[in-house]
């Protein structure tokens, strides 16, 4: 099973749950990212991620949104980016985090359940 992301969505080797089972190597390769959006923190900062003006928001204008030290909020954010969901770049002293939308296009193909509901 490819390891990143980009492998993962350009790979014809996996297909909706609702068509095929996933094998014990898929599981492995989509399970990071299921478990790290299954983290109410993750799952927010993830969505303030995806909706930032501009495609990308600094780490500086994520931390005032939760009563959580920095730290915290930078493991979070470090999770989100090893599961391949958020890319990021240091610019000076600050972080800038933005979507890899692959990932979540690749999240919504595995769940689509548009076949099956149109009897495909």
Known sequence: MPSSTTEMASSSAWV????RPLDADQARAFA?????LG??????????????????????????????TGPTISHHLKVL?????????R????????LVPAALALLAGLLDVGSVAAGV
């Open 16 to 19: 909706p749950v609702v068509r």
């Open 32 to 36: 990071p990212m299921f478990k790290a």
């Open 39 to 68: 983290d109410p923190v993750r799952l927010r900062l993830l969505s303030m991620i995806a909706s930032a003006g501009g495609g990308e928001v600094c780490v500086c204008d994520l931390t005032g949104s939760f009563q959580l």
């Open 81 to 89: 980016r090893e599961a391949g969901l958020v890319d990021s770049d």
């Open 91 to 98: 610019r000076g002293t600050w972080v800038y985090y933005r």
